[in-house]
């Protein structure tokens, strides 16, 4: 399945690991794109908390399974989403899609 037709639910993280953000995307390059182009703007939530740093991805192969889990994940609290992150990327480091080999 190539990646234009999956969804992806992924989660941010400012600089100093203070603050996760969970989202969904059909591109996530793009997003990823758009979310550092946010920064400092305090109109939304990854802008005003500076929350650019990838640290956790996962694809689904349909958009109501990827919203559902997101949701999922939006519901947890923060010592469970750490756990999350920690499964797929243990030290926290900002992934990057076109070096990541975790």
């Known amino acids: 399945m190539s990646a234009a037709h999956r969804y992806c639910v992924y989660l941010l993280t400012n600089a100093t690991r203070s603050v996760l953000y969970t989202g969904i995307t059909n591109d996530l390059r793009t997003r990823l794109h758009q979310h ?41 609290n923060r010592a469970k989403k750490n756990t999350l992150v920690e499964q797929l990327n243990p030290t926290w480091q900002a992934i990057d899609l076109e070096t990541w080999t975790g």
């Open 36 to 76: 550092i182009q946010s920064r400092g703007n305090p109109k939304t939530f990854t802008g005003r908390y500076q929350c650019y740093l990838l640290v956790y991805f996962e694809y689904w192969p349909d958009p109501t399974a990827a919203i559902a889990r997101e949701k999922e994940i939006k519901l947890w």
